[in-house]
């Protein structure tokens, strides 16, 4: 089967008058439409919107998925992303009425299964991490983020510390930790990694004082490795004032293996899109809930469930900070990850992060003669390599990513974290066989020897793939963001 | 494990290569002191028909809109949805995709966003949108905050009559960073923000003033007044609109609107408990796109010359600018950006026109018939579009608690934001005359 180039938008695919839907006819008397809302509010045309019949927008979106990589396509090795296998059964159970057609403001006493599901899955997330109450509000994990802070924050000014405004962050850090921080008036304060790829302790304790408000910290950290002095770490904080996030990206390696809370985290957002297996969607939706500690519980925002005798009901926590979004958060996101729990149960979860940690050990293995390996240490559920015996070559990361599409692979994470020269970050996931993750380590090979051979090879990558390298800086240049009727 | 392939064999050969005896040891780098020794307190493992079960039984266990037939809105909307969304929607490639990084191999997604912002544009009438937000409040709460930085001021006007639940997160987030609110009282008698109630306001210092369309009370609001105000003295205009309407109401851009933002549930989206929606985000002018929040894509070519799509203006985003980026946003609701584009699609110019048309017509025949009835009344006089409230000395929770034996959920009592004997109904083209005329004399009969 062949593949087109492009794809028509589907806007140049419209003709004037046809249609993809039809409403019943109207059943109530018809009111001219001025004579409802004067005329003055009214526009004159309908938007513009495509004119095409069902068929093809079946066919245009077929077409277009076929030109996407997924999960469900191929090997997606994207570190810090967790990328494992999204199961089916999850899409079905979510999508029953009874979840999927109910409406956020129905009275209490007729969405009870809701509010149960709800109930239990804050519960299981605080077993899972150590901590003791959960809000399922925030829709991402950058959400995740932003309300832990604006909690940490509301904790310091409830005990008139309200100048503790500066949160320390590693340089290893995913950008969003910075980002976060400035969106609740932070100051960000970073923290330089040791030789090992930990926190320099040293440089902690010369960081925290009188206006810390806490540390951001993912552990295992963006280069896949456990801080080892994460103990150390906590003392240091907790003893000048300040709190401890945890940024749950990783925790796909420590699923009933450590917990968070005892390691002296105060605040836990997880991805559920990672680590607990809801769909990415090609960018979202995805859920961020954060667990939090006894002492900061009346600050998360509202409501959350409360059981009383077995009837569930919305509260509002007594020092709540206000709503991160309407409603309830992304309920039919985490309902999915409510079934993967129940789905894996104690020993599942825990196998789950032995075989991502044991993959990507494998994985780190096999490749660090051909690639160079900056911290040579056991990994978590992923490591990070450099391209750097590449760049002699004058071959880039980025060419390396490209050319892993010409093989069918999707590219690791790259250039992140930025510690590290032209990274190439691995997340292999536990749901994937063996072959596959043998196929990808021979391939890695080939493509290092590719650039050995024939540079150019990669510097002009993908040759396979429907559009060759696209022009990116083109784009940012000169910006067009909408098709225009020409 | 049903999801792990691993074999035992495969699992020795592994550790064999790592030289190591247990996969125990692979985790040596955590303190003792912090490794959990005993099994997580969950409950044990289900079967894939186990929970297929449980997911029954919690799911029976709630009222569904399939079974009853309602009158809820105040942001989460029963529409119709086409058969075919589910459909394209769940295809793998879209499903288990992320965010495109590498462009050669996500061309679908690509595409499929840009199109979405297209539609977007279209509705709206603004030059530029994103790739989508977590929902409507989040981005007025986003689109508020870029007003200050886009203005280099700290305050920001907000009508009475916006969501109670948007007002809440926009407060949030503004205290978040020290920026102040001045709010807009609404008139008893209209139900919306009168001209009288812009004066007095310091609008030298307000970044922007936010208009929700229709507002709260599914009124229409008079923007002209309020966009004239602001950008007098070099403010912006927010306008927080609901998509349905903008098939028949003129274009935020045509009003003068500089951000644009809205829940874009009623899109085709499944109501799922309020989540997951997807806010949309648009704004015009080189210098105020420049500081959109999220995820935008543009168009270029390969190294042929061919169309394509690419992540682009990313200089904006928190993975290049961390700190110093315009917004932390990074997972946004894609997926449901998909859904609303496939829906704008498969009902095109007429049908999307239509859908508002019916709306707007059957809200005005449910209005008549309960306007007809003894006890209940009309507290504004402000045109609607698909929402409307109604007075009654009654308790309205009770009332719809025995409406549910009957198979309805009335409307929304607004009792639980401060508002007694108010009652907020929604009609969407869903509803049939014969469902309303049934609603009526039940109602009739319980009010009596």
Request: hydrophobic share 40%; proline share 7%; with cysteine.
């Amino acid at each position: 089967m062949t593949m087109n180039k492009t794809v028509p938008l589907i806007f140049e695919r419209s003709a004037p008058g046809r249609r993809g839907y039809r409403l019943p006819d109207l059943d109530v008397p018809a009111v001219p439409v001025g004579d409802l809302i004067p005329q003055d509010f009214l526009r004159e045309e309908p938007p513009a919107l495509p004119e095409v019949s069902e068929l093809e927008v079946v066919r245009h979106y077929t077409q277009l998925s076929r030109r996407n990589h997924g999960v469900d396509v191929g090997f997606y090795p994207l570190g810090s992303c967790t990328m494992k296998y999204n199961p089916r059964v999850h899409e079905d159970v979510t999508s029953l009425p009874g979840l999927a057609a109910i409406h956020p403001y129905q009275p209490e006493e007729t969405v009870q299964g809701a509010l149960e599901l709800m109930y239990n899955l804050g519960q299981y997330l605080a077993v899972i991490s150590g901590l003791s109450a959960t809000t399922l509000q925030p829709a991402a994990g950058a959400h995740g983020e932003l309300t832990g802070l604006m909690v940490i924050k509301a904790y310091h000014a409830k005990r008139n510390e309200n100048h503790r405004r500066e949160m320390i962050i590693p340089d290893s850090a995913h950008g969003t930790n910075p980002a976060s921080c400035a969106m609740v008036g932070y100051k960000v304060v970073e923290v330089p990694s040791d030789e090992r790829g930990g926190v320099d302790v040293a440089a902690l304790k010369a960081l925290v004082g009188p206006n810390t408000a806490g540390l951001m910290l993912t552990n295992p950290n963006t280069l896949g490795l456990f801080d080892e002095n994460i103990c150390e770490i906590a003392d240091i904080v907790h003893d000048a004032g300040g709190l401890l996030y945890y940024d749950g990206a990783n925790a796909n390696a420590i699923m009933g293996i450590a917990r968070p809370g005892d390691m002296g985290f105060d605040v836990v957002h997880f991805n559920l899109h990672k680590t607990f297996s809801t769909p990415h969607g090609g960018g979202g939706p995805g859920a961020g809930p954060i667990v939090v500690s006894q002492e900061l519980a009346p600050f998360l925002p509202g409501p959350v469930v409360e059981k009383q005798g077995d009837r569930y009901r919305f509260v509002t926590p007594e020092h709540s900070i206000g709503r991160v979004r309407s409603f309830y958060g992304n309920f039919l996101v985490y309902a999915r990850a409510y079934a993967y729990i129940r789905s894996h149960g104690p020993e599942g979860l825990k196998q789950v992060s032995e075989t991502a940690v044991l993959h990507a050990n494998y994985m780190m293995q096999r490749l660090k003669d051909v690639y160079h390996l900056p911290y040579d240490r056991t990994c978590m559920h992923e490591f990070v390599l450099s391209g750097v015996w590449q760049k002699e070559h004058g071959v880039r990361t980025l060419d390396i990513a490209k050319r892993l599409s010409d093989y069918g692979f999707h590219a690791p994470t790259v250039y992140f974290p930025m510690v590290v020269e032209e990274a190439i970050m691995i997340e292999p996931t536990e749901t994937e066989p063996k072959s596959t993750l043998d196929q990808f380590i021979d391939v890695m090979k080939r493509i290092a020897e590719e650039a050995q051979e024939d540079p150019e090879l990669l510097t002009t990558a993908p040759h396979r793939t429907p559009v060759k390298r696209l022009d990116e800086a083109r784009a940012a240049r000169h910006p067009v963001l909408r098709w225009e009727k020409p | 494990m049903r999801y792990l392939p691993l074999t035992q064999e495969e699992k020795a050969e592994m550790l064999q290569i790592l030289g190591v005896d247990e996969v125990e040891e692979l985790f040596d780098d955590i303190p003792e002191g912090i490794r959990l020794r005993e099994e997580l307190d969950l409950p044990g493992a289900l079967s894939e028909a186990e929970l297929v079960r449980h997911f029954a039984e919690l799911a029976g266990q709630n009222k569904n809109l399939k079974e009853v037939v309602s009158f809820l809105g105040a942001g989460s909307y029963d529409h119709l949805v086409p058969a075919l969304i589910k459909h394209i929607v769940g295809r793998g490639e879209f499903l288990t995709a992320y965010t495109p990084y590498q462009p050669e191999i996500t061309q679908g997604v690509l595409q499929s966003i840009f199109e979405y912002q297209t539609l977007i544009c279209e509705l709206t009438g603004m030059e530029a949108s994103n790739a989508s937000m977590y929902d409507g409040a989040s981005a007025l709460a986003e689109a508020a905050l870029m007003a200050c930085a886009a203005t280099r001021r700290e305050l920001v006007v907000l009508p009475s009559t916006l969501h109670p639940e948007w007002r809440n997160v926009v407060r949030l987030y503004l205290e978040s960073q020290d920026v102040s609110i001045v709010d807009l009282p609404y008139d008893q008698a209209s139900g919306i923000v009168n001209p009288q109630a812009l004066e007095g306001i310091p609008w030298p210092d307000a970044a922007c003033v936010v208009v929700q369309q229709p507002n709260f009370f599914g009124l229409l609001e008079n923007v002209a007044p309020f966009r004239d105000v602001v950008k007098k003295h070099g403010g912006l205009l927010v306008m927080a609109v609901d998509p349905i309407s903008l098939s028949l109401l003129k274009s935020p851009g045509e009003l003068g609107a500089d951000i644009v933002v809205g829940d874009g549930q009623s899109l085709g989206n499944a109501m799922g408990f309020g989540g997951p929606s997807l806010g949309f985000f648009a704004t015009s002018g080189s210098k105020l796109i420049r500081r959109m929040p999220g995820r935008v894509v543009g168009e270029t070519v390969d190294s042929e010359g061919t169309r394509g799509y690419v992540l682009t203006l990313q200089t904006r985003e928190q993975h290049i600018r961390r700190e110093k980026a315009t917004s932390n946003i990074c997972s946004n609701q894609a997926l449901n950006a998909l859904t609303a584009a496939v829906y704008l699609s498969v009902m095109g110019k007429e049908g999307f026109r239509d859908v508002g048309y019916q709306s707007l017509q059957k809200a005005h025949y449910l209005q008549e018939q309960l306007l007809s009835m003894e006890g209940l009344s009309a507290p504004f006089s402000a045109p609607f579009f698909r929402e409307f409230v109604l007075k009654a000395a009654v308790d309205w929770e009770d009332i719809n608690l025995r409406l549910m034996e009957q198979g309805f959920v009335g409307g929304l009592p607004l009792a639980r934001f401060g508002l007694p004997e108010l009652v907020l109904f929604s009609v969407t083209e869903a509803r049939t005359k014969e469902e309303m005329d049934h609603f009526v004399d039940l109602l009739r009969g319980l009010i009596a």
